[in-house]
């Protein structure tokens, strides 16, 4: 139940639709070796419909989950060009962002023209399972162009006896 949880908040963070996920992963000329691309036949033959049958339930319901919420409001910012005036986007525990709301802050930051400030600490990554990925955090150059990292090298959650201790390791 959790793996098919998390394939779906996947799957919907990175705006991949049925036809995607096929065309992505039952490609055998891309498959790593024979027996991984087994497995995933496999786990796409129900996972798949499980995905189907779940997003179906919602439209049915006319409700949407946490992931269509983040990319619907991607979508109305990019079709209606909403003006911002902010001047700075600041992003607590970046390294659990995801991709659809790292689109999200894109969008914003490009209308606006926001500078973005992103604190975060790689070794503290911990959602994958909710959509986070972590190369977001990692390449951050890449997704965001040039940027100036500042490091907090001293804290004040814990006395400085036990920073000095465990830094030791």
Request: proline content about 1%; hydrophobic content about 35%.
């Amino acid at each position: 139940t959790k793996l098919i949880e998390t394939f779906i908040n996947l799957s919907k963070s990175r705006q991949l639709n049925y036809d995607s996920i096929t065309s992505l992963f039952l490609d055998r000329n891309k498959a790593i070796n024979e027996f991984m691309f087994e497995r995933q036949e496999i786990f796409l033959k129900f996972s798949l419909q499980i995905l189907k049958k779940y997003d179906n339930t919602l439209k049915e319901l006319s409700e949407i989950d946490f992931n269509d919420m983040i990319n619907q409001a991607t979508y109305l910012i990019n079709e209606n060009k909403p003006q911002y005036t902010y001047q700075h986007i600041i992003i607590d525990e970046y390294q659990d962002i995801s991709y659809s709301r790292f689109n999200l802050i894109k969008e914003i930051r490009e209308l606006s023209g926001a500078k973005l400030i992103c604190v975060g600490d790689d070794w503290q990554s911990i959602y994958r399972f909710a959509g986070s990925d972590i190369s977001l955090f990692s390449n951050f150059e890449k997704y965001v162009g040039k940027y100036e990292q500042l490091f907090i090298e001293q804290t004040y959650r814990n006395s400085q006896s036990l920073i000095d201790i465990t830094s030791k390791y």
